[in-house]
């Protein structure tokens, strides 16, 4: 167990949907990371949250968004879902910014856009 | 810009035998490597990873990997396989300047015969 938590496990929706994949970062730890995985494109990096401020974006889609909250939880908001946006996201959490930072994986969310 | 390439998306080993996955980097400025493991159903799992303070970097269940910098090199190994070392392997690199972000090479799957 990371320590890193994400709800929900499972996600079943329709194309054209909005969802809300959210995220507990391991106690202490600042940084929030997202990242995208399947089998087209691998694992991707979509961004990047410290301390409720956004600090890096990869090839995130404009049709997503994030946020980090006060309390560091940080939710990840789909919208207008393709059928090609089906994949395993997962969010990650380190202690700080930085590359020599380890990063702490959750157990993803498996998003099926049907 | 950073990339990683694993050679061989998939590994074959018999138990017992050495394993060995291969991973190269391209980084303009002073790369952190990672390596990962992903079993079925489950989040990442860091193995090891290399921070500049020695090249040869030991990790959790026996792996091990060599930095050289002359190859842009960060190969995984493990003398004797086991069974249960069966799963995907992801290599990814992280620099500071770009808030610690992996990017991760496709990942190789590593399968391992009685």
């Known amino acids: 167990d990371s320590g890193v938590t994400q709800t929900p496990k499972h996600l079943i929706t329709a194309t054209g949907q909005r969802v809300t994949l959210r995220c507990s970062p391991r106690s202490g730890d600042l940084s929030v990371y997202w990242y995208q995985q399947s089998l087209d494109q691998g694992l991707q990096f979509l961004i990047q949250?410290?301390?409720?401020?956004?600090?890096a974006k990869g090839n995130i889609l404009e049709r997503f968004s994030a946020q980090q909250f006060p309390d560091l939880h940080s939710e990840l908001n789909l919208s207008s879902l393709e059928l090609g946006d089906s994949a395993l996201y997962f969010c990650a959490s380190s202690v700080a910014v930085g590359g020599i930072n380890e990063q702490f994986f959750g157990p993803g969310t498996r998003l099926t856009v049907l | 810009a950073q990339s990683v390439t694993q050679l061989g998306s998939h590994v074959s080993v018999s138990e017992g035998a050495l394993v060995l996955l291969r991973c190269n980097y391209s980084?303009?400025?002073?790369?952190?490597l990672f390596w990962y493991v992903q079993y079925p159903n489950q989040g990442l799992q860091l193995l090891l990873k290399y921070t500049s303070a020695a090249t040869l970097v030991k990790g959790i269940n026996g792996f091990e990997a060599e930095f050289k910098k002359s190859e842009t090199s960060f190969h995984l190994t493990k003398p004797s396989a086991h069974m249960r070392d069966a799963a995907e392997y992801f290599c990814a690199v992280s620099v500071d300047n770009q808030g610690g972000k992996l990017i991760f090479g496709q990942g190789t799957e590593l399968s391992v015969k009685p």
């Open positions: 949250y410290y301390n409720g401020e956004e600090r």
């Open positions: 980084s303009s400025v002073p790369p952190y």
